[in-house]
């Protein structure tokens, strides 16, 4: 079946490092994959995408980094603030594109 | 960029009555598509509006249950209803970016059926 599959727990860390944030899929082959920001009681916020050609994709203090042969992205948040606390959702392409698929999202939790 | 205004934001309904939401852009898109995120859950897709044509619905919604509406390309509604606890949840609008290759989303309704 098909599976999109981010850590349920919720990861905390300290103001400062890094978050790293694991997205796998099973039975799909995105073009792209897409990490989203979710706020309490607010819709996603597109954040990055990252396509199957690209390693690496980077903005600001955000990295993405997308293996299609482990099937997985990796999302970096570098110098982590207290702000950065939400939930991140990956998100990939189905059927050429026309229908976006969601992961359940992992909640980040960084502490001053 | 899209802004999606959605309404209500939240509402408590009884148990088999219905409820409409609404989804306003502020540009002319031509998909507009509607998801169910249920707590601790991700996002399911519900259905795809394509406005002059009906809604394509995903694997275990019907149209009898959730019909929608895309009378013009910055407008579409979805009721939920016959209501059931069971639909208790977010309903979230969103409409693609240029080449679909993001989703902007209104802030959601937060339905509670009693």
């Known amino acids: 079946s098909q599976k999109i599959e981010q850590n349920s727990e919720a990861l905390n860390i300290q103001e400062g490092k890094t978050a790293t944030l694991t997205c796998n899929y099973t039975?799909?082959?995105?073009?792209?994959l897409q990490w989203y920001r979710q706020d309490p009681g607010r819709g996603p916020v597109f954040l990055l995408l990252?396509?199957?050609?690209?390693k690496e994709k980077r903005k600001e203090r955000l990295k993405v980094t997308f293996d299609t042969t482990l099937k997985q992205s990796l999302f970096h948040i570098t110098a982590s603030q207290p702000a950065d606390s939400a939930t991140y959702l990956c998100a990939l392409d189905d059927t050429g594109g026309f229908k976006t698929i969601f992961g359940a999202g992992t909640r980040l939790f960084v502490k001053a | 960029s899209a802004v999606i205004s959605q309404k209500p934001s939240r509402d408590i309904c009884q148990r088999g009555t219905s409820l409409t939401i609404q989804c306003q852009v502020d540009?002319?898109?031509?998909?507009m598509f509607w998801y169910r995120q249920q707590p601790g859950q991700s996002l399911t897709l519900i259905a795809t509006?394509?406005?002059?044509?009906?809604?394509?619905?995903e694997s275990g919604f019907v149209i009898d249950k959730f019909p929608i509406s895309r009378p013009n390309l910055t407008f579409s509604t979805l009721t939920v209803s016959n209501m059931s606890p069971e639909d208790s949840s977010i309903y979230l609008c969103s409409v693609a970016g240029r080449a679909n290759e993001k989703l902007f989303f209104g802030s959601g309704t937060q339905l509670s059926v009693l």
């Open positions: 990252i396509r199957e050609n690209e």
């Open positions: 039975n799909y082959s995105p073009a792209y």
């Open positions: 509006a394509n406005q002059g044509s009906e809604a394509t619905y």
């Open positions: 540009s002319q898109v031509t998909m």
